[in-house]
DNA sequence: ATGGTCCTTCCAGCCGCTGGAAGGTCAAGC
DNA sequence: GCTTGACCTTCCAGCGGCTGGAAGGACCAT
């Protein structure tokens, strides 16, 4: 299976998996001509890495969830405390971000949004915010 | 006023206040032993800059701020605009971190956590999640 | 033989810094 | 006057996770 098909089959842009390849998440093997030949195995890990991506997971928590899912000895435990880390880092930037929402709402009810030159968001962002 | 102080004074590290004059935010002049000097105004526009990026207004965004806050003839419509889709951004960012989190929380539930091997986590990303 | 579609490698760029190397400048203390 | 140390300068490289493009080889159908 080359590379178009590892791609079609997996979700991942061709590129997207030279660069897996290149910083050996994947080892795929070569065909005569120098294609990149993927087997059944690593087309598996292939979709293992798009979903574990979609789930957010860093491609250095990637390798490590490969590594666990190619032990047949690992301990549950492991899976999850990895996945609880990578929740709470979820968790602490969608507060972060909620109370940058928060702010910037209030800041916005407090510009006019006219044609006027006055705006409590610029006051803010120069300090003038007191007044 | 060389670069440490403005550093002291804006909040922003020497560094990334290297890089701001790299990519035109702001145009220190320099003193004759080839030093940067920053002056009132300046500081200015790096204390801005240091609260509008603590907002989470990409640099373009911030770009466009320092324009309007330095065009006395600006309409607070343009800012407040601005702003606006930035709290969109923040929002849909938000929204999406939501979905994520509750995706992972309902996979942590379900995964044991002990010493077995099997772990729901891994069979979601391996396409083992039916049954 | 030709064309079109794959594949290969390599290099560069995105964002927003950050670190480090190599060297110039300055102020204080001996 | 000389050394030390703290500043400053420029330049280059790297972070994460790709993505684009160039230049060239391989394959397949006509």
Chains 1, 2 share one sequence.
Do not use: W
Not at 77 to 87: D, I, K, S
């Amino acid at each position: 299976m080359n590379i178009g098909h590892a791609a079609e089959a997996s979700g991942l842009p061709a590129k997207t998996i030279r660069y897996y390849e290149e910083i050996g998440l994947v080892r795929p093997s070569r065909a005569a001509n120098g294609y990149r030949d993927f087997g059944e195995g690593e087309i598996s890990r292939l979709s293992f890495l798009a979903q574990a991506r979609s789930l957010g997971f860093t491609l250095e928590e990637c390798r490590r969830l490969l590594e666990l899912y190619s032990d047949e000895g690992r301990a549950s435990r492991e899976v999850r405390t990895l996945a609880q880390g990578h929740l709470e880092a979820v968790r602490e930037r969608i507060a972060e971000l909620g109370r940058l929402a928060q702010t910037l709402e209030a800041l916005i009810d407090r510009c006019p949004g006219d044609d006027s030159p006055h705006c409590a968001i610029l006051d803010e962002l120069t300090g003038d915010a007191r007044r």
